[in-house]
Structure formats: structure tokens, C-alpha cells
């Protein structure tokens, strides 16, 4: 069992930077890939993120790519996820989620790959 608690969302401008922070419970936090997604108002939870379980790999979403950056810290067991230059259209409930990898370059990319989420933290950004 994995219980993950995001932080860092809150109310901020276009252009500025933001970073999302998730904590991890459990002694086993390297052994799981970790993703971002977000949901915005009337849409479906969409895929932002994923960082492989010992961090050498990463893989983004093209409207994220170049803008967000994630992270891990397998000896704090907590993953980030750096976001700058928001755009009014980041607005959304970010979740933080992890998922059981077998392979040291797993990187999930689709809802029902991951195991674990948070309750997510909400992102306002305004133009």
C-alpha cells in the first residue's frame, strides 16, 4: 500500500512558476514509477507526467513538454513536479499517482496502468 498527499497547488498568474510536491507513505517508494495528471473543470483526468522508478527516464505530455519538469527523491520519497510559464488552460485538480514497476525504464502514461493516487491539489491560474 502506497498513500500519496500532494501539495504546493494554489492561485497564481499566467507566466508564473509553480511546483507540486507529493509525499509517500511505505518503505517501498522505489520500487513504484510515479506520474502527474491533471483534471480539469468538465474533462476527463488527462496524463501530465511520468518519471521512471529510479528517475533516469521521463516522459511528458506535449502540451506540458519543455514547461514542466518531474522529479524524484527516492530518500525522501516524495516526487515533484516543476511547473513554469502556466498557461490559463493548466488551471486544473492535479493528482499525483504511482504505479508498480517491474522494469527500471517503466513509464506509464495511462490511467488504469497506475495503482495509487492522491486526492490531488488544485491549480488556479489566471490570465
Known amino acids: 500500500q502506497v498513500q500519496l498527499v500532494e501539495s504546493g497547488g494554489g492561485l497564481v498568474q499566467a507566466g508564473v512558476s509553480l511546483r507540486l510536491s507529493c509525499a509517500a507513505s511505505g518503505r517501498t517508494f522505489n520500487a513504484y514509477a510515479m506520474g502527474w495528471f491533471r483534471q480539469a473543470p468538465g474533462k476527463e483526468r488527462e496524463f501530465v507526467a511520468a518519471?521512471?522508478?529510479?528517475?533516469?527516464?521521463?516522459y511528458y505530455a506535449d502540451s506540458v513538454k519543455g514547461r514542466f519538469t518531474i522529479s524524484r527523491d527516492n530518500a525522501k520519497n516524495t516526487v515533484d513536479l516543476q511547473m513554469n510559464s502556466l498557461k490559463p488552460e493548466d488551471t486544473a485538480v492535479y493528482y499525483c499517482?504511482?504505479?508498480?514497476?517491474?522494469?527500471?525504464?517503466?513509464?506509464?502514461?495511462?490511467?488504469?496502468?497506475?495503482?495509487?493516487w492522491g486526492q490531488g491539489t488544485q491549480v488556479t491560474v489566471s490570465s
Open positions: 518519471i521512471s522508478k529510479s528517475g533516469g527516464n521521463t
Open positions: 499517482a504511482a504505479s508498480v514497476a517491474y522494469t527500471s525504464y517503466y513509464l506509464p502514461i495511462r490511467r488504469v496502468e497506475y495503482n495509487y
